[in-house]
């Protein structure tokens, strides 16, 4: 079927430190691929993504490279700031018919100064 | 464009009784879709909309759920007889079409007591 898998946290990272978040997928043919991102008390904002193989996504800092041959959609950031702290989301849609975005079970990144 | 608002931001209610959630898409997109979200995990799909169809459900969504866009705008979600296993975070987006990012609004935290 259809779904998301991510790395289970939570994640706690210093200031400066390398990130990794873990996404894989399962789907037929080719979905696109997205990571939100989730503030204390807030809804979830589009942080970056990929619609075909290949592809990368960035913003403010973050990449993720949409990988077939993988079905990954690993997200990184090469310098973490206590300001990334937050829960992302690795989600997807479909490559065809009417089922909507389908979203991981989220992981949560805390940044210690 | 505001972005996609959601009304009321906190809903307290007392189990049994009835509430009601408002939905403001952004004004361009046919879009609209209605996520749950529980305390540690991803948004799960409930229902969603094309202008005025509702077109597809989730099982999640029992018969106390009912969901309408009319004139295919704004949206509301309705929950009879509240259970305290309703309390969660509702959550709204829009987008333009299929395949393409859709947007979140901030959503409703519903507590049933």
């Known amino acids: 079927g259809n779904s998301v898998t991510q790395m289970e946290g939570p994640v706690t990272l210093s200031e400066e430190a390398f990130l990794t978040i873990n996404c894989t997928y399962t789907?037929?043919?080719?979905?696109?691929l997205f990571w939100y991102v989730q503030y204390p008390g807030e809804g979830l904002q589009l942080l970056l993504k990929a619609t075909k193989a290949d592809d990368k996504g960035s913003n403010k800092g973050f990449e993720a490279t949409y990988r077939k041959e993988t079905t990954s959609f690993h997200l990184e950031k090469g310098s973490v700031q206590v300001s990334d702290s937050a829960v992302y989301f690795c989600a997807r849609w479909p490559s065809s018919g009417n089922t909507p975005l389908v979203f991981g079970k989220g992981t949560r990144l805390s940044v210690i100064a | 464009d505001t972005g996609v608002s959601q009304d009321p931001r906190h809903k307290i209610t007392k189990r049994g009784q009835n509430v009601t959630f408002r939905c403001d898409p952004i004004s361009e997109h046919n879009r609209l879709y209605w996520y749950r979200q529980t305390l540690g995990q991803g948004p799960e799909f409930l229902t969603y909309f094309q202008n005025e169809a509702q077109l597809e459900k989730s099982r999640l969504l029992s018969d106390r759920f009912s969901a309408e866009r009319p004139k295919g705008s704004f949206s509301t979600l309705e929950i009879q007889r509240t259970e305290q296993g309703d309390s969660a975070m509702y959550l709204c987006a829009s987008s333009w079409d299929t395949n393409t990012e859709a947007f979140f609004g901030q959503g409703t935290r519903l507590t049933v007591v």
């Open positions: 789907a037929t043919g080719y979905p696109s």
